[in-house]
Every structure is written in C-alpha cells, then in structure tokens.
Nanobody, 123 residues
Framework: VQLQASGGGLVQAGGSLRLSCAAS????????LGWFRQAPGKEREFVAA????????NYADSVEGRFTISRDNAKNTVYLQMNSLKPEDTAVYYC?????????????????WGQGTLVTVSS
C-alpha cells in the first residue's frame, strides 16, 4: 500500500494542525495505522496509532490529551489532529500501516511508510 501524508506547515505555539494520510488500497480497513515523528538530530518516535475499526487509539505520553488520531475507512485516510502545539512538537511526521488490523508502538512493527510531512512550531 502507498501512503501519502499531507497537512504539515508552520504554526505558532498553541495553535493547531491536522495531518492527513491517504492510502492507495481499497483494503484500507485491514491495516492498523500509526503516526511517528522525527525531530532534527533525534530518532524517530511513536506518536499515535489506531486499530482497523477506529475505536481503539493509543498515544504517546507526550501528546496524550493534545493530539487525536482518527480514520475514515470510506476515504482510505487517517488523520492526526494536533492541538496546543509546542515547539518540541517540531518534526517530520510519518504515517505507517501495519497489516493485520492492529497497531504497534514500535516502528519495526509497520509494513508500509509514507514520505513524511514537516511540522514546525514557532515559539
């Protein structure tokens, strides 16, 4: 499956952005989906994930309560709504898909990756 992430940009601290990731396959609902991010000079880290049905999300502690992951299986798209953004949220954000319907928190658990979209939060 091919994944295309979009929605990144420059925002002031406290602002919001919504990232989208569109998938190429009609079998979209068979995949668990995740968002990861990589800040400059740091390793890629888990942000959020959601199961095939969209009813079981999981979040990193650093974004819990500020970010919301959701999916629309009819549109083959997963979203990441990011509110109350902080400068430390600045990173390239990647979406990923895991075959089997459930998600992983480790990047090694994913089978497909999108190209990334840059989010910059200014102070």
């Amino acid at each position: 499956v091919q994944l295309q992430a979009s929605g990144g940009g420059l925002v002031q601290a406290g602002g919001s952005l919504r990232l989208s990731c569109a998938a190429s396959r009609r079998t979209f609902r068979r995949y668990g989906l995740g968002w990861f991010r990589q800040a400059p000079g740091k390793e890629r880290e888990f942000v959020a994930a959601i199961n095939w049905g969209g009813d079981v999300p999981n979040y990193a502690d650093s974004v819990e309560g500020r970010f919301t992951i959701s999916r629309d299986n009819a549109k083959n798209t997963v979203y990441l709504q990011m509110n109350s953004l902080k400068p430390e949220d600045t990173a390239v954000y990647y979406c990923a898909a895991k075959d089997g319907g459930w998600y992983a928190v480790a990047e090694g658990g994913y089978d497909y990756w999108g190209q990334g979209t840059l989010v910059t939060v200014s102070s």
